[in-house]
């Protein structure tokens, strides 16, 4: 499996942007679609969106959708999650993880059949 490693969490007042990062090492990183998913207090974790192989194909959940960009760099094995317009509900515990799945597929959205996951980075948004 892939190693990831999230880091570019922080704290940010409402209306900043944050770009978090997940570099990847261990096995070839263009082989996965990446997935970046959060998980609030008390709240059940949620999809944020994805990105395939190649960065050429994007999707965003609808609370995102507008106001965040994922993309990636294969030769640097990263992936990133750039949040503008930042809300205080998006504070979270953002996540990214790694697998061969669709992007396309109702069943990622759910985060399961994701071989590899990161250990999380904070993101915190002040009102």
């Known amino acids: 499996q892939v190693q990831l490693v999230e880091s570019g969490g922080g704290l940010v007042q409402a209306g900043g942007s944050l770009r978090v990062s997940c570099a990847a090492s261990g096995r070839t990183f263009s082989n996965y679609n990446m997935g970046w998913f959060r998980q609030a207090p008390g709240k059940e974790r949620e999809f944020v969106g994805a990105?395939?192989?190649?960065?050429?194909?994007?999707v965003y959940a609808d609370s995102v959708k507008g106001r965040s960009t994922i993309s990636r760099d294969n030769a640097k094995n990263t992936v990133y999650l750039q949040m503008n317009s930042l809300k205080p509900e998006d504070t979270a515990v953002y996540y990214c993880?790694?697998?061969?799945?669709?992007?396309?597929?109702?069943?990622?959205?759910?985060?399961?059949?994701?071989?590899?996951w990161g250990q999380g980075t904070q993101v915190t948004v002040s009102s």
């Open positions: 990105i395939n192989w190649s960065g050429r194909s994007t």
């Open positions: 993880a790694a697998t061969q799945q669709s992007i396309y597929s109702d069943y990622f959205r759910t985060g399961r059949n994701f071989g590899s």
